[in-house]
């Protein structure tokens, strides 16, 4: 039994180690591309997020009122954020699926080809949820976190509607709860590390700012957010190939070494 768990803990560990290495192998290869359609969602979203905190920073009211209004904007500033970073996920998604010669397609391609509508709603339900998960219990909210996770991707790259995207990252997940755990739960919890760590240093320096606050909280997405995207898009194209037994459309992560990045 010790044995038993002993290896699977080690091919877990396998498992894992080989996502961040897909994860390093696209963020290398087509970091400019990445930043910029991270800039381009980020910067407007870390922008609302710091109007949020002021706009609740000036309510001077009840206690009772204050903490609902309190409450409704943490939901308000963790959707945008999470939202940010799921958006980022299909796109990345699709980008991989439409890559030729080891380069992803054009910004232009992608904007064509992204289903806004859907791929918005997914993203506002996911967040939704999993935010009401951990304000009301954290082990579903952790749980919605993992278990919803893919449901972005796989709108774009197989082309999935509202429910039946949700449907499949469940199913895909299902089995391999922890492969997905060990993989997005510690960049989220770093990249929100990271960013807190970013906030407090530049309101020292710089005092309490709107546009400060806005511009350090999309810089920190921008630079962190990626890792998150790739990562739910590696795990995706790994689960399909391992409960469906056929690769999705692309290139794999190792394969972006027999190209050069361009300068």
Not at 51 to 61: G, K, T
Not at 116 to 145: C, E, F, K
Not at 215 to 224: F, R, S
Not at 245 to 252: A, Y
């Amino acid at each position: 039994m010790a044995r038993r768990r002993k290896h699977r803990l080690k091919t877990l560990g396998t498992e894992v180690g080989g996502i961040y290495r897909g994860v390093f192998h696209v963020y290398r290869f087509w970091w400019t591309e990445i930043l910029l359609l991270s800039l381009i969602i980020f910067v407007p979203l870390g922008l609302l997020d710091a109007a949020d905190s002021s706009a609740l920073d000036s309510i001077h009211s009840t206690h009772d009122f204050r903490f609902i209004a309190l409450a409704a904007g943490a939901l308000i500033i963790t959707a945008t954020s999470m939202l940010g970073e799921v958006f980022l996920a299909g796109a990345v998604g699709l980008s991989l699926s439409h890559a030729r010669d080891g380069r992803p397609p054009a910004l232009r391609f992608i904007a064509r080809r992204l289903n806004y509508g859907r791929l918005i709603a997914i993203d506002l339900s996911y967040v939704l949820i999993v935010a009401i998960g951990l304000v009301l219990l954290v082990i579903p909210g952790i749980a919605a976190l993992v278990y919803l996770s893919l449901a972005g991707p796989v709108a774009e790259t197989e082309d999935r509607r509202y429910r039946a995207s949700f449907k499949r990252s469940f199913h895909l997940i299902r089995g391999n709860f922890w492969l997905v755990f060990w993989v997005i739960f510690p960049i989220e919890i770093l990249g929100g590390a990271i960013q807190n760590g970013l906030e407090s240093a530049l309101d020292f320096l710089f005092g309490e700012s709107f546009v400060v606050l806005g511009l350090t909280e999309a810089l920190a997405n921008v630079a962190l957010s990626p890792l998150f995207a790739i990562a739910v898009v590696l795990l995706t194209r790994r689960l399909v190939l391992f409960k469906d037994g056929h690769r999705l459309e692309g290139p794999d992560p190792q394969e972006l070494r027999a190209f050069r990045s361009p300068a």
